[in-house]
């Protein structure tokens, strides 16, 4: 089962409301947030990063970057990476590489979302294609995902 398919029907177990949309082929979050017609704020940018060489991801609105001081102090890591696509692609099987919704609890990769991204009432993410998004309420996410809500984005 793609992406796309596996996270619709995750969504709908749990009874989480949600908008499916598409737009044309975009590789950057904000392409995609222009192209889906929603704010840089809003729209859920996954960054996998390498702490001490284990996959962990970083979630934060597409308008920012990643501080990757603040990223390693806050996952006490003595060594931070942004990783390459060879070397999470694996991690995401049923996604196209760079499109991994931020979902990581579903591929067993620890979540951590930037405050400024927590803050949002709705988000708008990827999910496992370069023309596909949903968007759904940040508590519903939240529930779900369980990530680790800290300051990590510039």
């Given at each position: 089962?793609?992406?796309?398919?596996?996270?619709?029907?995750y969504?709908?177990?749990?009874?989480?409301p949600?908008?499916a949309?598409s737009h044309?082929t975009?590789?950057?979050a904000?392409?995609v947030?222009?192209?889906?017609g929603v704010?840089?704020?809003?729209?859920a940018?996954?960054?996998?990063?390498?702490?001490?060489?284990?996959?962990?991801?970083?979630?934060?609105?597409?308008?920012?970057?990643?501080?990757?001081?603040?990223?390693?102090?806050?996952?006490?890591?003595?060594?931070?990476?942004?990783?390459?696509?060879?070397?999470f692609?694996e991690?995401?099987?049923?996604?196209?590489?760079?499109?991994?919704?931020?979902?990581?609890?579903?591929?067993?990769?620890?979540?951590?979302?930037?405050?400024?991204l927590?803050?949002?009432?709705?988000i708008?993410?990827?999910?496992?294609?370069?023309?596909?998004?949903?968007?759904m309420?940040?508590a519903?996410?939240?529930?779900?995902?369980?990530p680790?809500?800290?300051?990590?984005?510039?």
């Amino acid at each position: 089962m793609r992406c796309k398919e596996r996270l619709a029907q995750y969504l709908t177990e749990n009874g989480v409301p949600f908008k499916a949309m598409s737009h044309p082929t975009a590789y950057t979050a904000q392409e995609v947030a222009a192209a889906q017609g929603v704010s840089g704020k809003q729209l859920a940018k996954v960054v996998i990063v390498k702490a001490d060489d284990k996959p962990v991801m970083l979630v934060l609105q597409a308008s920012a970057m990643v501080d990757l001081r603040k990223a390693a102090q806050m996952l006490g890591a003595k060594a931070l990476t942004l990783a390459r696509e060879g070397d999470f692609a694996e991690l995401f099987p049923d996604c196209e590489v760079g499109s991994m919704p931020p979902f990581g609890n579903l591929y067993h990769v620890p979540v951590y979302v930037d405050q400024g991204l927590a803050a949002q009432d709705e988000i708008v993410f990827a999910v496992g294609t370069h023309t596909d998004t949903f968007k759904m309420k940040y508590a519903d996410f939240a529930r779900l995902a369980s990530p680790v809500v800290q300051a990590f984005a510039k």
